[in-house]
């Protein structure tokens, strides 16, 4: 058994796998057996990719929060630096005048929700928390630490294409390799009439039907335009090169 994951074993059922090699005019019971091996497999490593890629935060949303934090503290920032004189003293006059109970608990909070420590040596007890200069000094850091994140790109969720890319790069190797047919695709509109879209198509449907053909067909052109995508140990993208497919 390749794989006991449900949703695997309920699409490619064993009368699934015979009719399909039939279409396929695939008659060898041996290369019947490796085309159920390539369903299982292939399937194990899209559905792997496509479940983590659901799973991530997509970069345009990252650097939305990020540019938001900015935003915010920045108008912040200024917001503060034009207070009246009124405005002001209301803001900071309990902060500059905050009561602290000598000798209360070691850790506690102010009613405003400052933290505040306390370091005592015999008789001598020293009281910290935010001051004035330091809260002001937490926003202004606040925003720098997200002007310095924009620049840098979060790469997030993958794209979905991404998915479909590395499962018809491995049906290019199956159909290639081990059926020593030539993975062709000539579309009409994007519908492709090609034997090897046909298989491409039902078989990565039946595991997936969100997939669209219009997704399928951008897939496989790329494949047969690039030429060759190197796949790491995980089953994932690598990097995509222009080396030569394996011969024919």
Sequence with gaps: MITDDPRILKCYTPNFISELA???????????????NFLF??????????????????????RAQILSIRNLTKELNLKL???????????????????????????????????ITR???????????????????????????????????NKGGRPKAEAILIWVFNAQ??????????????SINNISKSMSYMF??????TLDPAIKPKALVTAMRDVI??????????????????KNRPKK
């Design 22 to 36: 039939q279409k396929l005019d695939i008659q060898e019971l041996s290369e019947i057996e490796l085309l159920r």
């Design 41 to 62: 497999n292939a399937a194990i490593h899209y559905l792997t990719i496509r479940d983590k890629i659901s799973s991530k935060i997509p970069s345009s949303k990252i």
């Design 81 to 115: 630096s034009e207070l009246s004189g009124p405005a002001d003293e209301l803001i900071w006059t309990p902060q500059r005048h905050l009561r602290v109970i000598p000798f209360d608990d070691t850790n506690s909070k102010s009613p405003f929700g400052h933290t």
């Design 119 to 153: 370091d005592r040596t015999g008789n001598i007890e020293t009281i910290n928390y935010l001051k004035e200069n330091q809260i002001k000094e937490a926003i202004e850091i606040l925003q720098n630490l997200a002007e310095y994140a924009l620049p840098y790109r």
């Design 173 to 186: 190797r199956f159909w290639e390799i081990t059926l020593g047919r030539k993975f062709t695709h000539s």
């Design 200 to 205: 491409c198509l039902e078989a990565l449907y």
């Design 225 to 242: 335009r690039l030429g060759h995508i190197e796949i790491d140990k995980e089953g994932r993208l690598n990097r995509i090169t222009r």
